[in-house]
């Protein structure tokens, strides 16, 4: 079993910058597969970004390559998800995953873990 918590979400200009990191506990962290995904108001969950386990592989949407950029520390037990050049677009609460079977996926069938969420706001 894993617990996922996810923190630094917040309030943001358009162009601006947010590093959100997940911290994980429980399980055997560099076994997952771990993942960002999103969702915004009135809008279906999506996929944002992955990792595969030990980091050697990254896998973006479309809409945040070249802005957003996954990274995970094993040791720590962390994962992160830093937002440059962030837009009105990219206002959602924002999930972090991990998936014991699958790597670098982007489908959140196949993860098995979630956190809470952590909320990102960006404003024009």
């Known amino acids: 079993q894993v617990q996922l918590v996810e923190s630094g979400g917040g309030l943001v200009q358009a162009g601006g910058s947010l590093r959100l990191s997940c911290a994980a506990s429980?399980?055997?962290?560099?076994?997952?597969?771990m993942g960002w995904f999103r969702q915004a108001p009135g809008k279906e969950r999506e996929f944002v970004a992955a990792i595969t386990e030990t980091g050697g592989r990254t896998y973006y949407r479309d809409s945040v390559k070249g802005r957003f950029t996954i990274s995970r520390d094993n040791a720590k037990k962390m994962v992160y998800l830093q937002m440059n050049s962030l837009k009105p677009e990219d206002t959602a609460v924002y999930y972090c995953?991990?998936?014991?079977?699958?790597?670098?996926?982007?489908?959140?069938?196949?993860?098995?873990?979630w956190g809470q969420g952590t909320a990102v706001t960006v404003s024009s």
């Open positions: 995953a991990a998936s014991q079977f699958y790597s670098g996926s982007s489908s959140g069938g196949e993860y098995d873990y």
């Open positions: 429980g399980g055997t962290f560099s076994r997952y597969g």
